[in-house]
């Protein structure tokens, strides 16, 4: 059982940046693939970015290329999602999941955090 927890959300001005945190507690949760994903209101929930648990090899959304970046820290078990010249359209609730097999961009992760809010006004 692993249990995420999202930090660093919060409202900022278009062009801005933000840094969300993901902690994961439980056992060998540094052995966990692991990924971020956003959903806004009326919408579905939509792959960000993920990092593998063994080489840290990336995989982005797209939209995510060259201003986002997602990394880890496994002596504290935390994963960041580092994300510049946001944008309006980023304001989201953003997600961490968490999975023993590598999943990239599907949504069918074991585990989910509650997420945090990002508002990105104009």
């Known amino acids: 059982q692993v249990q995420l927890v999202e930090s660093g959300g919060g409202l900022v001005e278009a062009g801005g940046s933000l840094r969300l945190s993901c902690a994961a507690s439980?056992?060998?949760?540094?052995?966990?693939?692991m990924a971020w994903f956003r959903q806004a209101p009326g919408k579905e929930r939509e792959f960000v970015a993920a990092?593998?648990?063994?080489?840290?090899?990336?995989y982005y959304a797209d939209f995510a290329k060259g201003r986002v970046s997602i990394s880890r820290d496994n002596a504290k078990n935390t994963v960041y999602l580092q994300m510049n010249n946001l944008k309006p359209e980023d304001t989201a609730v953003y997600y961490c999941?968490?999975?023993?097999?590598?999943?990239?961009?599907?949504?069918?992760?074991?585990?989910w955090g509650q997420g945090t809010q990002v508002t990105v006004s104009s």
């Open positions: 439980g056992r060998t949760s540094s052995s966990y693939n």
């Open positions: 990092i593998m648990s063994s080489v840290g090899s990336t």
């Open positions: 999941a968490a999975d023993r097999l590598y999943k990239g961009a599907h949504t069918n992760y074991d585990y």
